[in-house]
């Protein structure tokens, strides 16, 4: 299992940045491709970034695209995801997620591994 933890989330007024963390203790986040997947109340889990292994391609949904960043640095052993022009429609848990592969795959893939989530409210 990998111990990936989050971080970052909060309450913000729309039109307001957060700037996410995960984080992995003991583990090496580098040679990974990791995700970024949200889900909101009632609805099921939406894939929202993914950065490939040592700053390899990035992935982005259509809905977070040109507003949500993906970035990790490699000497923190963490990777960001970096949110601006937050909308009431980005509430949502948010999780960080790995198959331990290189490459990301689909957006929506079932990863294996996840963190405990962080909270992302955004008041209108």
């Known amino acids: 299992q990998v111990p990936l933890v989050e971080s970052g989330g909060g309450l913000v007024q729309s039109g307001g940045s957060l700037r996410l963390s995960c984080t992995a203790l003991g583990f090496t986040l580098d040679y990974y491709a990791i995700a970024w997947v949200r889900q909101a109340p009632g609805k099921g889990r939406e894939g929202v970034s993914c950065?490939?292994?040592?700053?390899?391609?990035?992935y982005y949904a259509d809905s977070v695209k040109g507003r949500f960043t993906i970035s990790r640095d490699n000497a923190k052993n963490t990777v960001y995801l970096q949110m601006n022009s937050l909308e009431p429609e980005d509430t949502a848990a948010y999780y960080c997620a790995t198959d331990t592969l290189s490459t990301c795959r689909s957006l929506n893939s079932p990863y294996e591994h996840w963190g405990q989530g962080t909270q992302v409210t955004v008041s209108s």
């Open positions: 950065i490939s292994s040592f700053d390899g391609p990035t």
